[in-house]
């Protein structure tokens, strides 16, 4: 998020699916352009808060020429590019003295991508031109700070070697310095206000080093008051937090000043952290956690309101918190922002206009479309915050769900045998302390709708299984990020476990079942999905790629555009559909060779979860990470049809 300086009600929040603005200080957001590119960091001139920058992702080669920097001048209505095309634009600041002067740092740490760019860039003509002046011996930039008192003087954090450089002339010339006593870089850097440390003595820099603790310098980082040894202290991050530092930000508008700390964890189900150390608190200099009302998710930005110290936290998956009390509550204030973050999809096995969606969050509950996806509807008695979801293959009116990720003792399967009416909550798996995980997959068995296999995620997630219709339990296995059936025997069911990337098989699974590992002997990332075509050949979507295991042989599968391989799915005929993080939708007939794009009218390239139908016509859903269901249908002999991909399920 990037607030205005001179308009503090207009504050603009990059997303994966494009640009929103909100008018009343984070309340209420409408969208403001880019929906089809992921946004990694914005800056709005210090003077004229119409005027802003974007810098954008990249999924990797190929790269689109279009992406770089976007520049709008009239509030995010109209974009034009501006500059670096093909870069991933990690950050950027603007001159607070000349907004003519901007600063771009890029990179990718530890690409492959040979076209990467990488280094610190400075234009002086608003973005139209761009000068490097930064590159060698780093792999990235990850932040940028410039000094408000002496603009002349620009910090970086970057990856690679030291991880903090400063320039004292406007880029011409840096020095570098090491921070902390790891080899991680500086995500983050902020100026300590100067009225902490003593009148006229120039401020001091706040540098988080991800993975270890946030750091300061009395002397700006490289010796400027002391003309020696740079000397860089330790804050103290919090010792109770669970995960390493990610935010630092001080509110320097009452005397004296508050710091606010944000952790961050990006495995599924972390607890969102948020500390601040107030010297007004009586358990001063010790550190308060500030997560009354805050969701599971990860700390992505954090900006303060001056006139009221109100607060606004943006959060990975997890949409916009505001808080009024200085961090004693937060509500969530994300109305307009099109949070409508996609879990799980189901269809119904012999229609394919039914289908039933998850969305991630507390208020949602399951989504519903009876005519293909023409009209939606939240269904009001189900449950909220649910993973994954299945429809009973022998009766489409009875749908089973299950808790999404979240942190508690107790955990709970929901059955309905009423199309979604009315429920019964099924306790289905307990710990003798709050524990984070979810329902992350549902298999039914095919010959017997009572037996049925339910995954959990996480670290402390299992494989657990009910002979009975959700009477009795019994754990079978491991952690499980997705389960997928062998159509041609239904007894062969795989599971994929995304914290280790393992992959696991399961033998006469309904009956006395066995099984094995078989995993790739590469790493693979974290599993995403799995599916298996009616050939009994394994597709595994992950973080590394996407592969296939043929006679148990695996290959991973070239010629996408980007590793992140997050959805798979396969119709009957035999294509194959897969999601990326980052890239949209591809299909191949021929077994993962080649691949086309399939994303015309695809106003965002973040999907979560692919699903397609099994009869005719034949329809492919795309749940994505912010924007809701998209589908889109297919011809019967699977090639793509003219019929571009429609927008079916948004929260407004």
């Known amino acids: 998020m990037a607030r205005s300086i001179s308009n503090p009600d207009i504050v603009y929040a990059g997303t994966c699916g494009g640009i929103f603005k909100s008018v009343d200080g984070g309340d209420t957001w409408t969208g403001r352009g880019l929906p089809e590119f992921r946004v990694r960091s914005l800056a709005v001139s210090p003077h004229n808060a119409n005027v802003l920058y974007a810098g954008l992702d990249h999924g990797g080669p190929p790269t689109p020429v279009e992406q770089g920097i976007y520049k709008s001048e009239d509030g995010g209505v109209t974009w034009r590019p501006s500059g670096l095309p093909g870069a991933r634009v990690n950050a950027i600041a603007i001159d607070p003295g000349n907004p003519d002067v901007i600063y771009a740092g890029t990179g990718k740490p530890e690409s492959s991508y040979s076209g990467e760019v990488v280094g610190i860039f400075k234009s002086t003509e608003s973005g139209a031109n761009w000068q490097e002046v930064l590159s060698a011996g780093i792999d990235a930039v990850a932040s940028l700070l410039i000094d408000p008192d002496n603009t002349a003087y620009v910090y970086a954090g970057v990856y690679g070697g030291d991880n903090f450089r400063k320039s004292a002339n406007g880029g011409e010339s840096w020095l570098s310095r090491h921070v902390g006593s790891s080899s991680h870089a500086i995500v983050a850097l902020a100026m300590m206000a100067t009225l902490q440390i003593a009148p006229g ?19 700006s980082g490289v010796g400027v008051l002391d003309k020696g040894e740079t000397t860089w202290y330790p804050r ?3 010792q109770v937090s669970l995960n390493p530092p990610w935010l630092v930000a001080e509110d320097t508008s009452t005397i004296p000043f508050v710091t606010y700390f944000a ?30 009302g805050l969701p599971l998710g990860a700390p992505a930005s954090l900006t303060i309101d001056s006139r009221d110290q109100s607060l606004l936290l943006g ?14 509550s937060w509500i969530n204030s994300d109305k307009g922002l099109n949070n409508t973050p996609i879990v799980d999809l189901a269809l119904a096995l012999n229609a394919s206009e039914t289908a039933w969606a998850t969305v991630g969050g507390e208020t949602f509950h399951l989504a519903g479309t009876f005519s293909g996806g023409d009209s939606w509807q939240y269904i009001p008695g189900s449950p909220t915050n649910l993973g994954a979801v299945a429809a009973d293959p022998h009766n ?22 009423d199309g979604g009416l009315h429920w019964e909550s099924i306790e289905f798996l307990t710990y003798t302390t709050s524990t984070s995980t979810g329902v992350s997959s549902i298999v039914i068995n095919p010959n017997d709708s009572n037996d049925i296999l339910v995954g959990t995620s996480g670290f402390d997630g299992v494989l657990s299984r009910t002979t009975d219709g959700g009477l009795n339990w019994q754990q079978l296995g491991f952690s499980t990020t997705a389960l997928a059936a062998d159509p041609n025997d239904p007894g062969i069911v795989y599971s994929g476990k995304a914290q280790t990337g393992q992959v696991f098989q399961y033998l006469n699974v309904w009956e006395t079942w066995g099984v094995s590992e078989i995993t790739p002997i590469v790493g693979i990332g974290d599993v995403k999905d799995l599916a298996v075509d ?26 996408l555009p980007t590793n992140d391989i997050t959805a798979v799915a396969i119709d009957s005929t035999g294509s194959v559909y897969v999601g990326t993080g980052d890239e949209g939708v591809f299909v191949s007939h021929d077994g993962g060779d080649p691949w086309q794009a399939f994303n015309e009218g695809l106003e965002t390239r973040v999907i979560r979860k692919l699903a397609i139908s099994k009869c005719l016509p034949r329809v492919l859903y795309a749940g994505t990470g912010q924007h809701g269901v998209w589908s889109r249908t297919v011809a019967s002999h699977g090639r793509m049809q003219a019929m571009p991909w429609l927008l079916l399920l948004m929260d407004d």
């Open 201 to 219: 003595i120039p401020a001091a820099i706040y540098a988080v080093v991800a993975g270890d603790d946030v750091y300061w310098s009395q002397d």
């Open 236 to 238: 103290s991050a919090p």
């Open 263 to 292: 952790s961050k964890c990006d495995l599924p189900g972390c607890v969102c952290e948020m500390f601040k150390r107030d010297p007004q608190d009586p358990n001063y200099p010790d550190w308060t956690a500030i997560t009354t």
């Open 315 to 328: 959060l990975s998956k997890a949409g916009v918190y505001k808080s009024t009390t200085r961090g004693a």
């Open 396 to 417: 489409a009116a009875v749908l089973w769900t299950g808790d999404g990720v979240q942190a508690k003792r107790s955990f709970f399967v929901h059955r309905s045998e």
């Open 534 to 559: 009616f050939n009994s050949h394994l597709y595994l979507a992950a973080s590394d790629g996407l592969w296939r295991r043929e006679n148990s042989v695996w290959t991973k599968l070239a010629g």
